[in-house]
């Protein structure tokens, strides 16, 4: 469970169907039982109006596409990484008419990644529908050099980019999708406390 | 007549100093001897001459050679100067009040001519005498904001106000106490302030916007902050922790004086008028406790504020590690004696 923190640090509710022309989603593993979950409550017809983009990554779990694939939405996509499909979710969005609605589900990176495109193409935050789902691990940029990190889970955690050991902060930028890590031992170089499994 | 402009620096062999006349008006942020958060907003209306306030916009002696900081920080870092689309107009909003106020206060060192959209300004501590079309980016060689924060101490924030709430939406951000423009741009006023401890239980923030989002065109407000840096650096950035922060374990008996500086930021907020936006200039003043201690009251003070600060407030504020060796020396200046209300020198 993410447990509440700081104010810039985003917090999740659970998809709800919602009165909307279409229904824009977005899931990867995880993500795809909230939005099954949602299924069972929602409306006759909701999936007539839907476009699901499906993004498993890692998880190769067959079952849980097929299921999604069921509910026969008007348009489904299934996609090997979450960078293979934002140009899909770019274009659908860019071409998305009044009253589309956006439900994110699945892990922070891709909630916060795929409401960075929306915020982009003027969708205000507070209009998403969120719900996390699965592994609490975080987006990551080194505030010194600016590289992103994905799937940190450990604290402190070292940029895959400049090689710095960063604290991960709760601040969080949606702007950039991500959780601020700062050099933990910039005082004392080298004088880091034991890494844990913050985020797992 | 006129201000004699220090050439100084702020980084590597770190040359700046205050002349006694200007530690005399050193905007001291305590008005008693103990400190806590709190909002603390208040007119920002012209004060008494010899003073920090004596103008809207105050320049002093650092003022080139800050220009020159921020000229070398932007050249090694253009994000720290951004600003969304929608925020142009708030930067010729912001452009005009700079003008205005700097040629209004130092008319021997800035002029500003207008004939309609026609402007000519004057610079002359930097140089500069340009013509231009307010309102038309092409005839500036920057966008409004950076041009004329770029001839302006201090840091900026140009806020947008919308759905009850200001949205820091643009700035330029060089001399900072540890915080990234890059990183809080969009956020809005609850959410850049999110690591701030203490002082959202305490209601603070919901006051201070609240008071925020009345603001009145023509009836600016002010508040101070503080923290103390080691060495006169102005450019203490996240982007740069890692560099500087090895300097906080410089500080030694022998140096304390020398190293140690309270950092006060003169922090006021002005509505713009034709933008509706909110700027947020964050003028940040350096004193050395060399400088600060030949000040009795303020040593005295100094002493008992930072020896009974909450941990917390000292682990925020990155003073966990040398607060002892500082006590220590402002200990030396503080007789016991009870200081004078208020924060003005006696």
């Known amino acids: 469970m993410l447990q509440p923190s700081i104010k810039s640090r985003p917090v999740y509710g659970t998809l709800t169907p919602r009165a909307g022309s279409e229904h824009l989603i977005v899931a990867d593993a995880a993500g795809a039982d909230a939005i099954l979950d949602m299924a069972a409550i929602a409306p006759l017809g909701f999936f007539d109006k839907a476009h699901i983009l499906y993004v498993p990554i890692e998880h190769s779990n067959r079952e849980r596409g097929d299921r999604l694939r069921a509910l026969d939405a008007a348009m489904f996509y299934e996609g090997p990484s979450l960078a293979a499909a934002l140009p899909r979710l770019a274009q659908a969005l860019a071409n998305a008419r009044m009253g589309t609605r956006l439900y994110l589900a699945g892990t922070e990176g891709l909630i916060g990644q795929a409401m960075k495109m929306a915020l982009d193409a003027g969708i205000d935050h507070s209009s998403i529908e969120t719900e996390h789902r699965g592994s609490t691990a975080r987006r990551v940029q080194c505030v010194h050099c600016k590289g992103i990190t994905e799937n940190v889970t450990t604290q402190p955690a070292v940029c895959a980019h400049c090689g710095l050991t960063l604290f991960v902060r709760d601040h969080y930028s949606r702007r950039i999708a991500a959780f601020q890590g700062v050099c933990i031992d910039a005082e004392e170089p080298g004088i880091v406390p034991p890494t844990e499994e913050a985020f797992p | ?346």
Request: net charge negative; glycine share 6%.
């Open chain 2, 1 to 346: 007549m006129g201000i004699v402009f220090r050439k100084e620096t702020f980084r590597d062999d770190f040359s700046f100093r205050n002349s006694p006349a200007n530690i005399r008006r050193f905007p001291f942020p305590f008005d008693r001897d103990a400190y806590m958060y709190a909002v603390n907003i208040e007119a920002h209306t012209n004060g008494r001459p010899g003073t920090v306030f004596e103008n809207g916009i105050d320049v002093d002696e650092h003022y080139v050679s800050e220009m020159q900081d921020r000229a070398l920080v932007l050249a090694e870092d253009p994000l720290r100067c951004q600003s969304l689309p929608h925020m142009e107009l708030a930067g010729w909003d912001l452009l005009e009040l700079l003008m205005e106020q700097q040629a209004g206060g130092y008319p021997e060192h800035f002029e500003l001519h207008r004939e309609g959209l026609n402007w000519r300004w004057i610079n002359r501590p930097l140089g500069i005498d340009d013509r231009f079309v307010f309102g038309d980016v092409s005839t500036l060689p920057y966008g409004p904001m950076e041009y004329i924060t770029r001839q302006s101490q201090g840091d900026f924030c140009l806020l947008d106000q919308r759905d009850d709430n200001l949205w820091m939406d643009a700035g330029i951000v060089t001399t900072q106490a540890d915080w990234s423009l890059d990183f809080d741009i969009g956020m809005n006023f609850m959410e850049w302030h999110a690591p701030v401890p203490r002082a959202h239980e305490m209601g603070v923030f919901d006051r201070a916007l609240k008071f925020m989002l009345n603001l009145r065109h023509g009836q600016p407000m002010r508040r101070f902050n503080w923290t103390m840096t080691i060495n006169p650096r102005l450019d203490t950035s996240p982007e740069n922790y890692h560099k500087w922060g090895p300097e906080r374990t410089t500080v030694t008996t022998e140096n304390v004086g020398d190293k140690v500086h309270l950092r006060v930021e003169l922090q006021s907020f002005w509505r713009l008028p034709r933008s509706n936006a909110v700027v947020f200039p964050i003028r940040c003043y350096l004193l050395k406790l060399d400088e600060l201690v030949t000040v009795p009251k303020w040593a005295r003070r100094m002493h008992r504020v930072l020896r009974d600060l909450p941990q917390d407030l000292v682990d925020y504020k990155g003073m966990t590690r040398w607060r002892p060796l500082a006590i220590d020396y402002l200990a030396a200046f503080d007789d016991g004696a009870p200081t004078s209300p208020g924060f003005w020198p006696d």
